[in-house]
């Protein structure tokens, strides 16, 4: 998911730096390894994705960079899971996944989780009980 909103905000960057359509679609299907139906997609549905991407805020942006690059990590340690000829190697990989997973679960939910307990600790000194 997050190399699709990457691949939309390189999209919209190099069509303002005067790129061709023809010239994005070659770049960002070989950069994204996807084919260049999907990014001529992107092309012809951006009406309804381009309006989000554009109102995401700094803190949207930079949770998105962290997010892709755990899920980077993790395809990397998938990889070298499939290529490892030593135990010792694949239970590294396989370590390097769990962590990364979990870090990518944290960074995803934890803000969330910790916006609704500040929510709750303010009305429970206002005395609204929520059950």
């Given at each position: 998911?997050?190399?699709?909103?990457?691949?939309?905000?390189?999209?919209?960057?190099?069509?303002?730096?005067?790129?061709?359509?023809?010239?994005?679609?070659?770049?960002?299907?070989?950069?994204?390894?996807?084919?260049?139906?999907?990014?001529?997609?992107?092309?012809?549905?951006?009406e309804?994705?381009?309006?989000?991407?554009?109102?995401?805020?700094?803190?949207?942006?930079?949770?998105m960079k962290?997010?892709?690059?755990?899920?980077?990590?993790?395809?990397?340690?998938?990889?070298?899971?499939?290529?490892?000829?030593?135990?010792?190697?694949?239970?590294?990989?396989l370590?390097?996944?769990?962590?990364?997973?979990?870090?990518l679960?944290?960074?995803?939910?934890?803000?969330?989780?910790?916006?609704?307990l500040?929510?709750?600790?303010?009305?429970?000194r206002?005395?609204?009980?929520?059950?």
């Amino acid at each position: 998911m997050l190399s699709v909103v990457e691949r939309r905000l390189e999209l919209l960057k190099m069509e303002g730096n005067g790129f061709n359509q023809s010239e994005i679609v070659k770049h960002l299907s070989q950069k994204f390894q996807c084919c260049d139906r999907t990014v001529y997609r992107d092309f012809e549905k951006r009406e309804e994705w381009q309006p989000f991407l554009q109102h995401l805020d700094g803190q949207g942006r930079l949770l998105m960079k962290i997010l892709n690059r755990y899920e980077q990590v993790y395809r990397h340690a998938g990889f070298l899971l499939l290529q490892a000829s030593q135990e010792n190697a694949k239970l590294g990989a396989l370590r390097l996944m769990l962590d990364a997973n979990k870090q990518l679960c944290e960074t995803a939910v934890i803000p969330g989780l910790l916006g609704r307990l500040k929510l709750l600790e303010e009305k429970a000194r206002r005395g609204v009980f929520v059950t």
